[in-house]
């Protein structure tokens, strides 16, 4: 038995005739169609709720920018920009977004789809309880995924385990589009972002995102990503892809170092080993050429797409 199938249904999963009959007030106040809020997470920008939905009777997830943010232009902007990905992105391996506005008190939220499930993070913690089959094909649904925005012009640059959710019954989640790239009309080899982060460069932890004034997880990076290249494209996040897939297969990240800096020295500089030499276990001849072709320094030495992944790791017994 898995992790997954572990996960029971509670009371409040179940749907009743009850739930589905409940009469629509002739007159609808938008202000109090929320309820019943309970924390999910606080992150340093925004907070993430569970609440209910009075008018269609369901629960979902609520995410609003925080109040000291209200009049913060760059912040504001950050967030309808991921909310509207989010909602333009129409993939079954996307959260759907429901709803955006503004509260009584003036502070942005959107609302999505409350998915139950566990990261891909977490997942890794298990590992041994998964074979390698079971594991391609989580990153075959977010090659799916990225293929899709990368057709409609947004770059994730943020892939990481922490942002893979796997639900209970076969979903693959590519979450948290907050650093995606786009760009303005006319625009075809983009240009400098200029939202930015700044992080410490002490520690490497993978939930740091930024250095210098650069968007992402460090650990996940491309190098272009890190040199800040204005002509970044979707093969930047085919090169954090393959990151996650040495992961999977190895238990490890290609580069591995104590500080930050340290690690974009490696990421730039340093060519990994194969995930085959690191393991006692046979990796498929297939699978290790692939996971080295998505982890070459440049981008033109990188796969084409992600479909080109997805096709290869479909091919792979």
């Known amino acids: 038995m ?4 572990e996960q029971k249904p509670d009371d409040g999963d179940i749907l009743y005739l009850e739930d589905t009959d409940i009469p629509l007030p002739e007159q609808l106040n938008p202000s ?6 309970k924390t999910i997470a606080r992150g340093g920008k925004a907070i993430i709720q569970s609440c209910r939905d009075r008018f269609l009777g369901r629960t979902i997830c609520y995410k609003q920018l925080k109040s000291e943010f209200r009049d913060n232009k760059v912040e504001q902007l950050r967030f309808l920009r991921e909310a509207r990905i989010s909602a333009l992105l129409q993939h079954p391996a996307t959260i759907p977004t429901y709803d955006l506005g503004r509260d009584l008190r003036g502070d942005l939220y959107f609302t999505m789809k409350l998915v139950h499930g566990y990261t891909l993070r977490e997942v890794l913690d298990y590992r041994e309880r998964y074979d390698l089959g079971q594991m391609l094909s989580i990153i075959i649904q977010v090659g799916q995924a990225l293929a899709y925005a990368h057709t409609h012009g947004v770059i994730h640059r943020d892939i990481k385990p922490e942002n893979i959710l796997v639900g209970p019954y076969g979903e693959v989640l590519l979450m ?13 080899d983009g240009v400098i972002e200029p ?16 250095l210098g004034g650069l968007e992402g997880t460090v650990t996940y990076m491309s190098p272009e ?22 992961e999977v297969v190895t238990g490890t990240t290609p580069a591995e170092a104590e500080t930050v800096l340290e690690m974009q020295e490696k990421i730039l500089k340093e060519q990994p080993a194969p995930p085959s030499s690191r393991l006692r276990m046979k990796v498929p001849s297939l699978l290790d050429v692939l996971i080295m072709s998505c982890l070459a320094k440049s981008p033109d030495d990188r796969p084409d797409d992600c479909l080109e992944i997805v096709r290869l790791l479909q091919e792979i017994d």
């Open 2 to 5: 898995t992790r997954f199938e």
């Open 32 to 37: 109090t169609r929320y309820i019943h809020f």
């Open 176 to 188: 948290d589009w907050g650093l995606a790239k786009v760009w303005a009309r006319g625009i075809e």
């Open 195 to 210: 939202l930015t982060k700044q992080i410490s460069t002490s520690a490497v932890d993978n939930s740091v995102t930024g």
């Open 225 to 246: 990503q890190l040199q800040r290249d204005p002509g970044i494209n979707g093969r930047s996040d085919i090169f954090s892809l393959g990151v996650v897939l040495y």
